[in-house]
């Protein structure tokens, strides 16, 4: 078995702010993703990387940026902190080729001051 | 693009009944069919999946029906326990690739004892 891990738990940073959001996975699978949560809505993908050299926009990805710095991990910064960005998000990571399984890490939430 | 709509929004069961959720998609190119299950403050654990080739599949007390003429597919959850209390989500792959998911809103499932 593997783990995700997402690290802050919780992050609360200021309106304007830029704010980073790092996941780990030890699944040695080559891709991973970057889901937004809100409140009563299903996820909705910001950024996803297929190998470690690769990096794809979601439907959601204005206001972000992301980074796969190795296999392993995969970053996600939240380039300029909207009041209206209170979310959770999720990583994930799955094999590589798609429509496949898809691992979930435990969330980070973000607060917006 | 594809969109997924979850019909319920909240259901509520005795344990030992059935549950059922329902989903609807739009687009016809989408093959690829995940399910899965939130409980409270966690990521998404996968259920189960269905592909395009088959109408039907289950895996202990879960089954999925898939009706690829209607764009409609379900789960059902037989003999249900209080555990099976979580959020589910229903999703689908997108038109425009094997990585991207189509996610519907998600359905509160309250098993009562």
């Known amino acids: 078995g593997g783990i995700i891990t997402q690290t802050p738990k919780f992050l609360i940073g200021q309106e304007g702010q830029k704010l980073t959001l790092k996941c780990q996975q030890n699944?040695?699978?080559?891709?991973m993703y970057w889901y937004r949560q809100d409140s009563g809505k299903g996820l909705r993908l910001i950024y996803y990387?297929?190998?470690?050299?690769?990096?794809q926009k979601g439907d959601l990805s204005e206001g972000y940026d992301a980074s796969r710095e190795k296999k392993s991990s995969f970053s996600l910064t939240v380039t300029s902190a909207q009041k209206n960005e209170m979310a959770v998000f999720l990583c994930?990571?799955?094999?590589?080729?798609?429509?496949?399984?898809?691992?979930f890490g435990p969330g980070t939430r973000l607060t917006v001051l | 693009g594809e969109k997924v709509e979850q019909h319920e929004s909240t259901l509520s069961v005795r344990e030992g009944d059935s549950a059922v959720i329902n989903c609807t998609y739009t687009?016809?190119?989408?093959?690829?069919f995940p399910w899965y299950k939130q409980e409270a403050g966690k990521g998404l654990h996968f259920v189960i999946d269905?592909?395009?080739?088959?109408d039907r599949k289950q895996s202990q007390r879960l089954i999925v029906l898939l009706d690829k003429k209607a764009k409609r597919f379900s789960l059902h959850i037989t003999a249900t326990q209080p555990e099976d209390s979580a959020i589910y989500f229903c999703?689908?792959?997108?038109?425009?690739?094997?990585?991207?998911?189509?996610f519907g809103a998600g359905t509160r499932l309250k098993v009562i004892a």
């Open positions: 994930a990571s799955s094999i590589l080729g798609g429509n496949a399984e898809q691992f």
């Open positions: 699944f040695n699978h080559d891709t």
């Open positions: 990387s297929i190998t470690e050299n690769d990096l």
């Open positions: 687009d016809t190119a989408s093959s690829y």
């Open positions: 269905i592909r395009s080739n088959v």
């Open positions: 999703a689908a792959n997108s038109n425009t690739g094997n990585y991207k998911y189509v």
